[in-house]
């Protein structure tokens, strides 16, 4: 069960970062857009989310019910934004500010909350 649990985490961070990197990348563009690399991290940091919950359950080690509550509705906040921002033309600066301090504040919950 550990080596599914540290796949799950790598490509758990490989989805945080597929998400950061184009938003870091573009902070002083000046038409700012929701790439593909965003949306696909969006969803890799969902499935592999539920992925990680699911194996620390059956693992007997019960997370905080609260906690992954409010990292599920950040996370299903990001995907809707970059689902309905994907294919837009030109500059979507709310929907990229909004993924961008939603991930952020996704981090801090998991981080800082114990």
Known sequence: MDALRYILLILHFIGLAAILGPFLGQWTAKAKSITKTMVWGARAQLVTGLGLVGVAYASDNEPDHVKIAVKLLIALAIVAICEANNKKSGSVST??????GLTVANIVVAVVWH
């Not at 929907?95 to 961008?100: D, Q, R, S």
């Open 95 to 100: 929907a990229w500010w909004l993924v961008g």
